[in-house]
């Protein structure tokens, strides 16, 4: 089974200065997905990125970029420029395709809880 | 944007009684649903997973005569809580995969509806 671990229940950044959440998982699977989701105040789920296990480039939006590292099963968020509207929790994702069997549901880390201060 | 609609966003019920939340994706079509749940502070779990025109299927230790799903269209997916006690109140979230995700698809990912607190008294 998979496991997703965020070693961080929070963390601190001051405003426009740079953050890095960190995030391992455990599988068995040589493809798969992995996602960042914010959850601020008002629940929502929001995807911040996606990185398929299969490219070795690592994916960027914007303020927002990981770290992947495949061997070491480590995905980390980094936060550049941090905003105040940055401010939530955020969770680590792992998704096996949705071919091959899977039904392709997301298994979460426990979650980060970010706070930026002015 | 694909959008999926949750209703209601709340709602408090009486013990007893049975609750229904509509998750509805709006633009896009859904073979997949996900049922999930969070408690305060806490991360998401996976309740179960439904499919278009077939029986759902639920994780271990969620009672399936408790927590009745539906997905009747490829647009629709419903949570029933039947018989509700103040131990089931928690924060209900479905999210939807769209139809014709698969290998390498940009659209395998998943999108969440806003949530259903629900409070039992």
């Known amino acids: 089974a998979q496991t997703v671990t965020q070693s961080q229940p929070e963390m601190s950044v001051q405003e426009a200065e740079t953050v890095t959440l960190s995030c391992t998982y455990d599988?068995?699977?040589?493809?798969?997905?992995l996602f960042w989701y914010k959850q601020p105040p008002s629940r929502q789920m929001i995807l911040v990125i996606r990185q398929e296990a299969y490219k070795q480039q690592n994916a960027t939006e914007n303020r927002f970029s990981v770290n992947f590292q495949k061997a070491a099963k480590s995905f980390s968020l980094k936060i550049s420029d941090s905003q105040l509207g940055d401010t939530a929790m955020y969770f680590c994702a792992f998704m096996k395709p949705s071919y091959g069997g899977s039904q392709g549901n997301l298994i979460f880390g426990k979650g980060t809880k970010l706070s930026v201060k002015p | 944007g694909a959008v999926v609609s949750q209703h209601p966003s709340w709602v408090i019920c009486k013990s007893g009684t049975s609750v229904k939340i509509e998750c509805r994706s709006l633009d896009f079509q859904a073979t997949t649903m996900f049922w999930y749940r969070q408690f305060p502070k806490q991360s998401l779990m996976l309740m179960a997973t439904s499919n278009e025109g077939s029986k759902a299927t639920y994780e271990q230790g969620v009672e399936k005569d408790k927590f009745l799903i539906n997905h009747a269209s490829l647009t629709l997916s419903t949570l029933t809580v039947t018989s509700a006690h103040p131990e089931d109140s928690s924060f209900y979230i479905c999210s939807a995969r769209p139809w014709g995700a698969g290998r390498g698809a940009t659209n395998e990912k998943l999108f969440f509806g806003s949530g259903t607190q629900l409070s039992v008294l």
């Open positions: 599988t068995s699977e040589n493809n798969y997905y």
